[in-house]
Structure formats: structure tokens, C-alpha cells
């Protein structure tokens, strides 16, 4: 339960003068306890309907839903009655915190016992229970360990769209005349959705016969441009397009970063007689360290979810070059309706992000700010 | 400036090496910056031309229209939108409405909801100390942060199964449930920031006014969190309008959304370029304005991670 400790904790401090009447403490007590009552046998009656040891119940699980809602609201009335003022507070944080809750860790718990199921929609046998089998099926299945060494060039391919982050942000910090229109110009690319990306780029600009992009390239000496024959040069079309949309991001935060930059610092590297390059390496660079890596890190979590792009535009050809591990899930879906080890697999990457992420977040932290 | 107050300073050779230098770093400068442009640009000037091209202007790469080529109106016809098609009936034009109201009313009420418990959770954790079971303030935070590893792929099969369980498939709310799922980790970095940054001073003068914390909340606090509040719905709608993962696994016919939409149609074999290209620039189109008129909002947004 949620409880506000202390008061000399909390940064803004309140008199707490409340006086609990009994009958107040009861009625809390109550109505939490027949919310959760409502709530508990909605889903006891359901489950048994669904189970078939009952014949009347509900067409949909939908009014456990209700219930679980009702629950939630008078879990917060029920703050108020029992804590008063603190009770108050707790109103802040509590619906998110539920919010969060029943739609994330519920799911996943249904999502882990699926992942250990044999499931396969367009199969009549339904879903039963196979332990490990997926698990097995994971180990040796070539597909999944490819889109998983594609992940690792997708992420390197990060270190790239940082320096042309940099450059862009240092050009915008530049004295420029215009600079808003710059930035506005440059911003632009992060607006647009990837699905229309994919189609814009990688349908029309990089079609080979008349598409702009394959002009350009048989004008630069490439006579049979394919943007995405050829293993290596798709994998390379798709993280251009990705760059493309996503590094104004890198791009905003860095430019953010260069603009906090104590301008004393930068003006005695100046009168000391530090060359441009110099001050940029010795001076520039470690002080935006911190917001680089901020900027890297959140870069490299959105990098993991990348598939709308690929989707779209290779379905994870040619040969699975171009797969993320979220688009060949995707497909292990859509195509072959294959729940129980789709979910497996998505559980499998789950893990490998939360052990990777944490370790990197371990590793860079000496070079960040205490606060990040 | 004129030439005169230059020639004040000029001693000889040294300066015009230096005046030289200068010249040559401006035209690198603007070189790159116009050089970026034109490739954030092009794609977009790209698509939106082609939709009011003909097949053979296409196929030749003409690019510059009433140069190149004469603009046809195909690309809006094929969306019901042209001058001529627009006062009769279109099926066409129906269900691209249909798609495009579906994206605005769910990424609008998404974010409005993510922005909402996002500040409120935003704000209680950045003002009071909580204790939930073994969870102090920094757990929680990290709690809502830690959502924005989760990838998709994750929470999309789990869900389609309790959706169809719940009679949820297919409808707005189930998405908007899990869009402002997706956003919230966003707002919440983001207004934590902007609460902490606002002195408690002004929020402990209105409690001895009388107010309660609830009161002080909404009529000293709000207000100064405004621009931040609006910058956090405004990054939440860019990604929620863009959102395709969820949207092609969940919805089918009734809560389809835009991308979708454009996503079924590459697919598809012998769409016209035009088409294609109009229904693109229609996706893009309503974000390609909110950033051009909202831009400082979506940096100050983005920003706020960023520097301390």
C-alpha cells in the first residue's frame, strides 16, 4: 500500500492535523474490502465459465475489467477516507502507479505463461502446456540468432548518427543567420511517421529504374544501382533510413548540451590561443560528455525497438539480412500465427535488453552527472 | 558595416589572410547547412510532388513542376479530394477520413491521458516522499522510466490475446490505453523536470493561504508547468500518431489507423505512385505543420533530459 512516510522527507512541507473518526476508518475499510470482494468473484465466476465448471457467467471477460476499475477507484477514495491529507497525496502518484501496473506487469505474467505454451492460432488444438520446447526450438533456430546479430550492427550503427549528430549541432551553434530555420528544417525528419518513411525512401526514392536516390547513384558511377539486393547494402539502405528520421533527435539534445556550455570556459580556451580542433577535443567534447551519453543511451533504447521501417519496406529480406529481432517476431506472428514462440522470443529479448541496458547503464555511469 | 570600419583594423597581410579564412569557413558552413537541408527536405518535396504527377513524369524524374511537368490533380482524386471528386460521394475518401480520425482521436486522447497521470505522478514524486512496500521515491521513478525499455513486441502478443478476451480488439480505447502507455515514461522524464525546477517557496505560500496541496496543484503549479506540460503532449502525439507496431496487430477494420492504412497499401502490387505518394503526404502532412509552428515546444521537450 501506498503511504506517504515521514512528512520530513518530502520537499514541500504541510501541517497534518487530521482526525480520524472511527466510523471514517470503517467505511474506508469497507469500501475497500467489498470493491475487492466485487472484484475477486467477478474473476472466480468468469474463470469457472471459462473453465466450463460453470454454466452462467459472462459472453467477455470485459466486466472484470469493470470490476478491476471500480477497485481502483475506491482503493483512491479510500485513501482519502482512511489517511486524509496524506491520503491526498498518495492521489498523485496512485493512478499512474496502477495504470502501469495493470497494463504492464499482468500482461507479462500472462505473456511468460504463454511463452512456456505450444500455440499456434490457425491450428484447432488450442494452447498446451510444453515447457521448455520453445526454448529448444530458440536454441537452434538460425533466424533468431541472425536478427540478433543484426541488432548488435544496428546499435554500432549509432556511433555514425552521433557524429553527424554532433556536426549538425555544431553547426547550428555556429553563427549562423537563420538559425531557426535550420533548426526547424532539420527537425523535421523526426516528425514523420516510419511507415510513411518507408514508403517515401525506400519505395519510391530508392526504386532502382527511376527513383531519385538511384539516379543519383548511377550518376555517381554505381551503373546497376539495387538498393536492397545484396545482404550487406540492405541492411546499409535500412539503417539510413532510420538515421535519417531519428538523428535530429541526437541531434536536439546535443544542440541543448553545446547551448548549457559555460561560455567562460569556452572564451579563456579561446584567449589561452586553443585552435578550433583543439578547444573542440579538449574542451567541448569531455564537457558534453555527460549529454552525449544521455543522448546515446535513450538513441540505443529506441534502436532496440526498430521494426516499422523493415516491416514495411524488406519484410527482413533478402534471407533475413535486414531483420530486427522485433520484425521477425512480427512476422513469426502474422504469417505463421505461431503465439506461444513468438512470445518466447519476445520474453528472450526482453531479458538480453534488461541485462544489456543495465550493464551499459553501469558502465557509462562514472562518466555522467550523479544526477543521471 | 562599412568598408571603412574594417580598414580601422586591417594591418596588412595578416588581416586579409584572415578575412580569407573567415570567408572560407562561412562558405563551409552554410554549405553544410544548406547541403542537410536539402536532404531533410528532398524526400518530403519529393512525395509531396508526386502526387500530382502523371505515370510518364514519374518514370522521367521530373521534378520541378510547371517546368517539368503540369500538376494533375491524380494523387487527390484517388483520395476523393480533388476539386472535382470533392462534392460527390467517395468511398475512397470516406474510409481515408475514417483512418485519419481514428489516428487523430487516438494519439490526442492518448497523449491528453499520458500527460495527465504522467504530471500528476510527475509532481507528487518530485514534492512528497512515498513508500510503496520496499519502494521509495527514486524506485518508483525508475519504475516509470524502466517502461521505456520495454519493447513492443513484448506486451503486443499478450495483448491481443487479453483484448480479444476483454471484447477490446479493434477499438480506439484499447489503443489509446496502450499508447499512453508507451508515452508515459517520456512525460514523466520530462515533468519531473519541470516540477523540480519550480521553487517550493511559491507552493508553501498558497498552502498558508489555505489551499490544499490539491488546490496548490492546480492553481500555483499548473500554470508555471504549462509550456512543459505542452511540450510533453506534443512529443506523446508525434510518437503516438506515428505508432504503427500495435496499431497493425490490434485494430482491423473498425480502429484501423492511418499508418496502417499507408502500410496495407505498399503492399499492395500496382498502387499508382500517386496515390501512394497523396495518402503518404496526408500521413505526414499534420506533424510536418505541428513542427514547423510548434518547434520550440519539441525542443524544450527534448531538452529537458538532456541538461540539468
Given at each position: 500500500?501506498?503511504?506517504?512516510?515521514?512528512?520530513?522527507?518530502?520537499?514541500?512541507?504541510?501541517?497534518?492535523?487530521?482526525?480520524?473518526?472511527?466510523?471514517?476508518?470503517?467505511?474506508?475499510?469497507?469500501?475497500?474490502?467489498?470493491?475487492?470482494?466485487?472484484?475477486?468473484?467477478?474473476?472466480?465466476?468468469?474463470?469457472?465459465?471459462?473453465?466450463?465448471?460453470?454454466?452462467?457467467g459472462?459472453?467477455?471477460?470485459?466486466?472484470?475489467?469493470?470490476?478491476?476499475?471500480?477497485?481502483?477507484?475506491?482503493?483512491g477514495v479510500?485513501?482519502?477516507?482512511?489517511?486524509?491529507?496524506?491520503?491526498?497525496?498518495?492521489?498523485?502518484v496512485?493512478?499512474?502507479?496502477?495504470?502501469?501496473?495493470?497494463?504492464?506487469?499482468?500482461?507479462l505474467?500472462?505473456?511468460?505463461?504463454?511463452?512456456?505454451?505450444?500455440?499456434?492460432?490457425?491450428?484447432?488444438?488450442?494452447?498446451?502446456?510444453?515447457?521448455?520446447?520453445?526454448f529448444?526450438?530458440?536454441?537452434?533456430?538460425?533466424?533468431?540468432?541472425?536478427?540478433?546479430?543484426?541488432?548488435?550492427?544496428?546499435?554500432?550503427?549509432?556511433?555514425?548518427?552521433?557524429?553527424?549528430?554532433?556536426?549538425?549541432?555544431?553547426?547550428?551553434?555556429?553563427?549562423?543567420?537563420?538559425?531557426?530555420?535550420?533548426?526547424?528544417?532539420?527537425?523535421?525528419?523526426?516528425?514523420?511517421?516510419?511507415?510513411?518513411?518507408?514508403?517515401m525512401?525506400g519505395?519510391?526514392?530508392?526504386?532502382?529504374?527511376?527513383?531519385?536516390?538511384?539516379?543519383?547513384?548511377?550518376?555517381l558511377?554505381?551503373?546497376?544501382?539495387?538498393?536492397f539486393?545484396?545482404?550487406?547494402?540492405?541492411?546499409?539502405?535500412?539503417?539510413v533510413?532510420?538515421a535519417?528520421?531519428?538523428?535530429?533527435?541526437?541531434?536536439?539534445?546535443?544542440?541543448?548540451?553545446?547551448?548549457?556550455?559555460?561560455?567562460?570556459v569556452?572564451?579563456?580556451?579561446k584567449?589561452?590561443?586553443?585552435?578550433?580542433?583543439?578547444?573542440?577535443?579538449?574542451?567541448?567534447?569531455?564537457?558534453?560528455?555527460?549529454?552525449?551519453?544521455?543522448?546515446?543511451?535513450?538513441?540505443i533504447?529506441?534502436?532496440?525497438?526498430?521494426?516499422?521501417?523493415?516491416i514495411?519496406?524488406?519484410?527482413?529480406?533478402?534471407?533475413?539480412?535486414?531483420?530486427?529481432?522485433?520484425?521477425?517476431?512480427?512476422?513469426?506472428?502474422?504469417d505463421?500465427?505461431?503465439?506461444?514462440?513468438?512470445?518466447?522470443?519476445?520474453?528472450?529479448?526482453?531479458?538480453?535488453?534488461?541485462?544489456?541496458?543495465?550493464?551499459l547503464?553501469?558502465?557509462?555511469?562514472?562518466w555522467?552527472?550523479?544526477?543521471? | 558595416?562599412?568598408?571603412?570600419?574594417?580598414?580601422?583594423?586591417?594591418?596588412?597581410?595578416?588581416?586579409?589572410?584572415?578575412?580569407?579564412?573567415?570567408?572560407?569557413?562561412?562558405?563551409?558552413?552554410?554549405?553544410?547547412?544548406?547541403?542537410?537541408?536539402?536532404?531533410?527536405?528532398?524526400?518530403?518535396?519529393?512525395?509531396?510532388?508526386?502526387?500530382?504527377?502523371?505515370?510518364?513524369?514519374?518514370?522521367?524524374?521530373?521534378l520541378?513542376?510547371?517546368?517539368d511537368?503540369?500538376?494533375?490533380?491524380?494523387?487527390?482524386?484517388?483520395?476523393?479530394?480533388?476539386?472535382?471528386?470533392?462534392?460527390?460521394?467517395?468511398?475512397?475518401?470516406?474510409?481515408?477520413?475514417?483512418?485519419?480520425?481514428?489516428?487523430?482521436?487516438t494519439?490526442?486522447?492518448?497523449?491528453?491521458?499520458?500527460?495527465?497521470?504522467?504530471?500528476?505522478?510527475?509532481?507528487?514524486?518530485?514534492?512528497?516522499?512515498?513508500?510503496?512496500g520496499?519502494?521509495k521515491n527514486?524506485?518508483?521513478?525508475?519504475?516509470?522510466?524502466?517502461?521505456?525499455?520495454l519493447?513492443?513486441?513484448?506486451?503486443?502478443?499478450?495483448?491481443?490475446?487479453?483484448?480479444?478476451?476483454?471484447?477490446?480488439l479493434?477499438?480506439?480505447?484499447?489503443?489509446?490505453?496502450?499508447?499512453?502507455?508507451?508515452?508515459?515514461?517520456?512525460?514523466?522524464?520530462i515533468?519531473?523536470d519541470?516540477?523540480?525546477?519550480?521553487?517550493?517557496?511559491?507552493?508553501?505560500?498558497?498552502?498558508?493561504?489555505?489551499?490544499?496541496?490539491?488546490?496548490a496543484?492546480?492553481?500555483?503549479?499548473?500554470?508555471?508547468?504549462?509550456?512543459?506540460?505542452?511540450?510533453?503532449?506534443?512529443?506523446?502525439?508525434?510518437?503516438?500518431?506515428?505508432?504503427?507496431?500495435?496499431?497493425?496487430?490490434?485494430?482491423?477494420t473498425?480502429?484501423k489507423?492511418?499508418?496502417?492504412?499507408?502500410?496495407?497499401?505498399?503492399?499492395?502490387?500496382?498502387?499508382?505512385?500517386?496515390?501512394?505518394?497523396?495518402?503518404?503526404?496526408?500521413?505526414?502532412?499534420?506533424?510536418?505543420?505541428?513542427?514547423?509552428?510548434?518547434e520550440?515546444?519539441?525542443?524544450?521537450?527534448m531538452?529537458?533530459?538532456a541538461?540539468?
Open positions: 500500500m501506498m503511504t506517504p512516510a515521514q512528512s520530513e522527507g518530502d520537499r514541500l512541507h504541510t501541517v497534518l492535523s487530521d482526525h480520524m473518526s472511527p466510523r471514517r476508518i470503517l467505511a474506508g475499510r469497507a469500501l475497500v474490502w467489498s470493491a475487492a470482494f466485487v472484484l475477486f468473484a467477478t474473476l472466480v465466476v468468469q474463470a469457472l465459465h471459462d473453465f466450463e465448471y460453470l454454466s452462467f459472462f459472453e467477455t471477460w470485459r466486466p472484470v475489467l469493470y470490476a478491476y476499475v471500480l477497485w481502483a477507484i475506491s482503493m479510500a485513501q482519502v477516507l482512511l489517511r486524509g491529507e496524506r491520503g491526498k497525496r498518495a492521489l498523485f496512485l493512478p499512474a502507479v496502477l495504470f502501469v501496473v495493470s497494463i504492464v506487469v499482468f500482461p505474467l500472462f505473456g511468460l505463461y504463454i511463452s512456456f505454451t505450444d500455440w499456434n492460432l490457425s491450428s484447432l488444438t488450442g494452447r498446451k502446456f510444453n515447457g521448455l520446447d520453445n529448444r526450438q530458440m536454441l537452434s533456430d538460425p533466424f533468431y540468432w541472425n536478427a540478433l546479430k543484426n541488432m548488435v550492427y544496428y546499435v554500432l550503427a549509432i556511433s555514425v548518427e552521433y557524429a553527424i549528430a554532433f556536426g549538425l549541432a555544431l553547426l547550428l551553434n555556429a553563427q549562423i543567420r537563420a538559425r531557426k530555420f535550420f533548426r526547424v528544417v532539420f527537425l523535421l525528419p523526426l516528425m514523420l511517421s516510419p511507415v510513411a518513411v518507408s514508403w525512401v519505395k519510391s526514392m530508392m526504386e532502382i529504374r527511376f527513383g531519385p536516390l538511384a539516379n543519383v547513384a548511377r550518376f558511377g554505381w551503373e546497376t544501382p539495387s538498393f539486393g545484396s545482404p550487406e547494402i540492405a541492411r546499409l539502405s535500412i539503417m533510413m532510420d535519417w528520421t531519428f538523428i535530429p533527435f541526437m541531434m536536439i539534445m546535443l544542440l541543448a548540451g553545446l547551448q548549457a556550455l559555460p561560455k567562460e569556452l572564451e579563456a580556451a584567449v589561452d590561443g586553443c585552435k578550433p580542433w583543439q578547444s573542440f577535443w579538449q574542451v567541448i567534447f569531455p564537457l558534453m560528455l555527460p549529454v552525449s551519453i544521455t543522448a546515446i543511451v535513450i538513441r533504447i529506441f534502436k532496440l525497438k526498430l521494426a516499422d521501417i523493415i514495411n519496406v524488406t519484410a527482413g529480406g533478402p534471407g533475413g539480412a535486414t531483420d530486427s529481432v522485433t520484425s521477425f517476431i512480427f512476422r513469426e506472428y502474422r505463421r500465427s505461431n503465439v506461444g514462440y513468438g512470445t518466447l522470443l519476445a520474453m528472450v529479448y526482453l531479458i538480453l535488453i534488461i541485462i544489456f541496458v543495465t550493464t547503464l553501469n558502465v557509462v555511469k562514472r555522467m552527472r550523479p544526477t543521471n | 558595416m562599412s568598408e571603412k570600419t574594417v580598414q580601422a583594423f586591417a594591418n596588412g597581410e595578416a588581416d586579409f589572410g584572415n578575412r580569407a579564412k573567415w570567408y572560407t569557413s562561412r562558405v563551409l558552413i552554410y554549405g553544410a547547412l544548406v547541403f542537410w537541408s536539402l536532404i531533410c527536405l528532398f524526400p518530403i518535396y519529393w512525395t509531396i510532388t508526386t502526387a500530382f504527377k502523371i505515370a510518364p513524369d514519374v518514370m522521367q524524374g521530373n520541378i513542376p510547371w517546368i511537368f503540369t500538376p494533375k490533380w491524380l494523387g487527390l482524386r484517388s483520395l476523393g479530394l480533388s476539386p472535382e471528386t470533392i462534392f460527390e460521394t467517395s468511398t475512397v475518401r470516406e474510409e481515408f477520413l475514417k483512418r485519419f480520425m481514428n489516428s487523430a482521436i494519439s490526442v486522447s492518448a497523449s491528453m491521458l499520458a500527460v495527465i497521470l504522467g504530471s500528476l505522478a510527475a509532481y507528487g514524486l518530485s514534492r512528497f516522499s512515498y513508500r510503496f520496499f519502494m527514486n524506485d518508483i521513478s525508475f519504475f516509470f522510466l524502466s517502461q521505456l525499455i519493447p513492443p513486441v513484448v506486451l503486443a502478443l499478450p495483448f491481443l490475446v487479453l483484448y480479444k478476451q476483454l471484447a477490446m479493434d477499438s480506439r480505447i484499447g489503443i489509446i490505453l496502450l499508447y499512453a502507455l508507451m508515452v508515459l515514461p517520456i512525460v514523466v522524464w515533468m519531473r519541470q516540477f523540480s525546477a519550480i521553487p517550493v517557496e511559491l507552493e508553501e505560500a498558497a498552502l498558508v493561504d489555505g489551499l490544499s496541496a490539491w488546490g496543484f492546480f492553481q500555483i503549479v499548473v500554470p508555471i508547468a504549462l509550456p512543459g506540460m505542452v511540450a510533453a503532449f506534443i512529443l506523446s502525439l508525434v510518437l503516438c500518431w506515428n505508432e504503427y507496431f500495435f496499431a497493425a496487430l490490434l485494430t482491423s473498425d480502429a489507423t492511418l499508418p496502417v492504412m499507408v502500410a496495407s497499401q505498399t503492399g499492395s502490387q500496382g498502387i499508382n505512385w500517386w496515390s501512394m505518394a497523396a495518402l503518404s503526404g496526408a500521413a505526414i502532412l499534420p506533424l510536418v505543420i505541428i513542427g514547423i509552428v510548434l520550440r515546444y519539441i525542443i524544450k521537450g531538452a529537458a533530459g541538461v540539468k
